[in-house]
T-cell receptor, first 115, second 114 residues
Framework: AQKVTQAQTEISVVEKEDVTLDCVYE???????LFWYKQPPSGELVFLIR??????QNEISGRYSWNFQKSTSSFNFTITASQVVDSAVYFC????????????FGKGTSLLVTP | DVKVTQSSRYLVKRTGEKVFLECVQD?????MFWYRQDPGLGLRLIYF???????EKGDIPEGYSVSREKKERFSLILESASTNQTSMYLC?????????????FGDGTRLSIL
């Protein structure tokens, strides 16, 4: 069985602060994939990143960075110098061959960035 | 860009009605998925399909069925709608492959059952 835990339900920061969203996962698959999606107030889910279980390199994309650590089963997401437009619900998700590549989502973290 | 289109953004139906939610994708994706999203529960998989006429149950298939007669279209059917099926429904599609391809989502259908 696969499980994703996003322990932070809501986070509120002031613009320009850095913020880290936590994601912890459980899986028995040896090959698996982790994702982050953003859901802004308009409702559509936007794909941010995919990581496979064999690639533990951290990734940076502009103000976004991701820290994947197999040893702690975590895939954390950091936004540097947050902006109001970053306000959204962020979902971490996990999939693998055993689930037919259907995504198992965490419950999401609602991020509010205030001016 | 991939476009996943859900037929309705908002829908209001009555208890006991048969409800159809339609989803169409334009990128020739093999995989299609239906999720429901509820506050505090995140997204939960209802059904998915990896080919025409093929379907697999997700985590919460009870009270739902699906139809995939054409590759681009995946329909979710509420056989006899109940109030506990009031929710946001999200359709997604992705390429089939040996690796997990990113899923692309539609805008969602907010369904209210009265």
């Amino acid at each position: 069985a696969q499980k994703v835990t996003q322990a932070q339900t809501e986070i509120s920061v002031v613009e320009k602060e850095d913020v880290t969203l936590d994601c912890v996962y459980e899986t028995r698959d040896t090959t698996y994939y982790l994702f982050w999606y953003k859901q802004p107030p308009s409702g559509e889910l936007v794909f941010l990143i995919r990581r496979n279980s064999f690639d533990e390199q951290n990734e940076i994309s502009g103000r976004y960075s991701w820290n994947f650590q197999k040893s702690t089963s975590s895939f954390n997401f950091t936004i540097t110098a947050s902006q109001v437009v970053d306000s959204a619900v962020y979902f971490c998700a996990l999939t693998g061959y055993g689930s037919g590549y259907a995504l198992n989502f965490g419950k999401g973290t609602s991020l509010l960035v205030t001016p | 860009d991939v476009k996943v289109t859900q037929s309705s953004r908002y829908l209001v139906k009555r208890t006991g009605e048969k409800v159809f939610l339609e989803c169409v994708q334009d990128m020739d994706h093999e995989n299609m998925f239906w999720y429901r999203q509820d506050p505090g529960l995140g997204l939960r998989l209802i059904y998915f399909s990896y080919d025409v006429k093929m379907k697999e149950k997700g985590d919460i298939p009870e009270g739902y069925s699906v139809s995939r007669e054409k590759k681009e279209r995946f329909s979710l059917i509420l056989e006899s709608a109940s109030t506990n099926q009031t929710s946001m429904y999200l359709c997604a599609s992705s390429l089939l492959g040996g690796t997990a391809q990113p899923q692309h989502f539609g805008d969602g259908t907010r369904l209210s059952i009265l």
